[in-house]
């Protein structure tokens, strides 16, 4: 049974327990190990982490797309209610694109090299929906003036060759819009843009997710664009979400040691002189993660019970907002926010 929200439906997404596991020669690979989450309509969720933590691989799992012999052995999606994981392969082919959509990191990742961009556009559209093709090129064009993206006629013609890398990731912003869905995945898709476009983008997606009521969940290691972007925030180490809450709150005031050592390492946090701060250690390896909390190894706040995996639940902070963390000994909440 999923959870309602205050309207008495189902969130549109709710994720219970996930894990994702990868066969390999040295032991299996628990890439996500029971995430949970919940997002609402029109919200924007920040799945936020270093390099492996399995943020990635969450947003494939969400859409079904997690390449042989990896594969989901635990947990549940459900989108409006419904179990995704029940529905045959040519329902969930019906729902990927239409209701849920998903942006490369690579926006080659879903344009085909050698066709234009409106025989890529018009054919996303009528995959999905009984319409001619006049009608599909409208939206095509309409999909392009909604991205920022000027000339869109012009465009229209373009192979992705002949476009610019900012170009080409907001072509495929306005595929992954052209049909309207309800939910946006967003795996770190403005990564490799320089800051003025990647500003632009965050920016236009964030009025397109108000405008639209889609909901977004942006996948990013960047804390500085979660801040700017995201409702909520999902902090991830070692498949597992360490904290979550609304992002003032866990950005403001991290309650796991994790995400204060993520804050910490932004350079902007650093005092001008000093060397810059970093978590010391490496991350464990997610085929041999050691027992209880996978962090603690690097923790300064690790006690004895760590060796017993926390769960996540809220921290004693419940006035500050929904907030929860993975955590035996939290960081204390500074003197101002108690």
């Known amino acids: 049974m999923s959870a309602a929200n205050a309207s008495g439906r189902p969130p549109l997404l709710q994720v219970e327990g996930l894990v994702t596991v990868f066969p390999t020669r040295n032991g299996l690979l628990r890439a996500v190990d029971g995430v ?21 691989v969450t947003g494939f799992s969400i859409l079904g797309l997690v390449d042989p012999p990896g594969r989901i052995t635990g947990g549940r999606v459900l989108l409006d209610g419904v179990d995704l994981a029940t529905l045959d392969e040519r329902a969930r082919r019906a729902i990927r694109g239409k209701r849920i959509a998903m942006i490369f990191q690579d926006p080659m990742m879903t344009l085909n090299p050698v066709l234009r961009i409106d025989t890529q556009m018009i054919e996303a559209v009528t995959a999905h929906e009984s319409v001619g093709t ?17 000339a869109p006629d012009e465009r229209l013609l373009a192979y992705p060759h002949q476009l610019s890398g900012g170009m080409r990731q907001r072509v495929a912003i306005a595929i992954a819009l052209v049909n309207r869905p309800d939910l946006i995945i967003a795996d770190e898709p403005t990564t490799a843009l320089d800051v003025t476009i990647q500003g632009q983008i965050l920016y236009e997606m964030q009025a397109l997710v108000r405008e639209s009521g889609t909901a977004l969940v942006w996948i990013t290691h960047d804390l500085s664009v979660v801040a700017g ?46 060397p810059l701060a970093q978590i010391p250690g490496n991350t464990p390896s997610p085929i041999d993660l050691p027992p209880g909390c996978a962090f603690r190894a690097r923790c300064g706040r690790a006690i004895e019970r760590c060796v017993e995996m926390p769960a996540l639940a809220s921290p004693g902070d419940e006035g500050q907002g929904r907030r929860s963390a993975r955590c035996w000994h939290p960081v204390p909440l500074p003197q101002a926010t108690r």
Do not use: W
């Open 134 to 150: 006049a009608q599909a090129r409208d939206r095509a064009r309409a999909a392009l003036v909604q991205v920022g993206i000027a």
């Open 229 to 274: 972007l995201a409702d909520r925030v999902c902090v991830m180490y070692a498949g597992r979400i360490v904290e979550a809450g609304p992002v003032d709150t866990v950005l403001d005031a991290p309650r796991h040691p994790y995400t204060r050592g993520l804050i910490d390492s932004v350079p902007a946090m650093n005092p001008r002189g000093r």
């Open 36 to 56: 949970d989450f919940t997002l609402e309509r029109g919200e924007i969720l920040g799945l936020v982490g270093e390099s492996g933590s399995g943020k990635s």
